[in-house]
């Protein structure tokens, strides 16, 4: 569903958003703008939204939930009205930096950024500053020097290391328990792949390292067999992991990728090739992932909190427009950071609400 009455952002058109392939119901309330037209005395609260592209999973995910919670606070708080204005950067810095100029000068209270180049922070909190207007940026992660540049800039999200952490466990606890299954050449060793996301992206560093980190801690000898970026995107992982196949088949144990999207392009290239499939793991907890933990295909995901990340942008949101102290209805830390926790996911710990309904349950 797709409501537009004026946009905060004349670029943003609505017949190319309509024709955008945004999965199940991605809301795009482009709202009253960002201008305040409806005169003084009026509790409605503008928020530009703009995020690095609406073709990720996760992140739409994240703006369908702030969707959600926005719409829910409304109908909790009297005549409190809330304006969200979402953008699609389409992974294009110059792109998202004119529909952040849009948002400031359409007069938006609060911006919330998912900024499509982490280095090109600077400029953009500048702007935002000089306009007065606040910024919380989420998920991904401007480097701490920039994110110190103006009290009013914040950032939510979740710790990449501990994800990475995380993930790694879930591979050593299946591991340790299915050793037959899983150390297929017996050697007790972990020939492993794994399918990094963007270049550059905190998560795509840090989940890679920490996650692999957890089997030499606890002292578990590794190998890598490949290791390549597949942008998050689950047709590049499956082309990616193809040929990996083709090199090293069934010598493959466990694949690591850093998010659920990728781990479910490794397994539709492996039940392509008609091979057994070894221990995958995914970071996210997507709604499709789920259904792979569920049916036994995907070993575990990591929750990436969607719904916690845009609560606390909300509520930081109101706090800011209202010119309350932020730090009351959200735990800062630093002044700036708002942390969610990750949560390990695998078939036996699914909660009945997560584990969807399944025509059949497979196991491989
Ligand atoms: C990560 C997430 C990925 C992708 C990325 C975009 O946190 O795990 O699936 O959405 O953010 O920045
Ligand atoms: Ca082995």
């Not at 004119?98 to 702007?127: E, H, M, Y």
């Not at 047709?235 to 990996?244: H, I, L, V």
């Amino acid at each position: 569903m797709i409501r537009t009455t004026r946009s905060c952002s004349s670029r943003l058109r609505p017949s190319r958003l309509a024709g955008l392939a945004l999965g199940a119901a991605l809301l795009l309330t482009l709202a009253a703008g960002c201008r305040s037209d409806s005169g003084s005395g009026d509790s409605t609260i503008r928020v530009g939204v703009a995020l690095y592209t609406q073709d990720d999973t996760f992140i739409s995910a994240v703006a369908q939930e702030l969707e959600r919670l926005a719409r829910e606070a409304e109908g909790g708080a009297g005549d409190l009205k809330i304006n969200l204005s979402v953008a699609d950067g389409r992974s294009n810095q110059t792109t998202q930096m004119d529909q952040i100029d849009q948002f400031i000068s359409r007069g938006c209270d609060v911006l919330c950024i998912n900024i499509v180049d982490r280095t090109a922070a600077a400029v953009l909190i500048d702007k935002a500053e000089e306009a007065g207007v606040p910024v919380i940026f989420f998920n991904r992660q401007p480097v701490a020097e920039d994110i110190r540049r103006w009290e009013q800039i914040y950032y939510v999200g979740a710790r990449a290391e501990e994800g990475g952490a995380l993930q790694g466990q879930l591979v050593l606890e299946a591991w340790r328990s299915g050793r037959e299954r899983w150390d297929r050449n017996g050697d007790g060793v972990v020939q492993y792949a794994m399918l990094e996301g963007e270049p550059g992206h905190q998560d795509a560093l840090l989940r890679t390292e920490y996650s692999v980190k957890a089997l030499t801690d606890a002292g578990l000898a590794v190998e890598k067999l490949a290791s390549d970026t597949a942008n998050w995107n689950r047709g590049q992982a499956e082309a990616k992991m193809k040929q990996w196949l083709e090199e090293f088949g069934e010598e493959i144990e466990v694949v690591f990728s850093n998010n659920d999207d990728m781990a479910l392009g490794a397994i539709d290239a492996i039940r392509e090739a008609g091979l057994a499939l070894p221990l995958v793991v995914g970071v996210d907890a997507t709604a499709p992932a789920l259904e792979a933990v569920a049916a036994g295909t995907l070993q575990g995901t990591v929750l990436n909190d969607a719904q916690g990340i845009a609560g606390a942008m909300l509520e930081l949101a109101l706090a800011l427009s209202s010119g309350r102290d932020p730090a009351e209805v959200v735990a800062l830390e630093d002044g700036h950071y708002v942390w969610l926790p990750y949560r390990q996911i695998t078939r036996e710990t699914l909660e009945p609400s997560e584990s969807l309904p399944l025509p059949s349950r497979t196991k491989n």
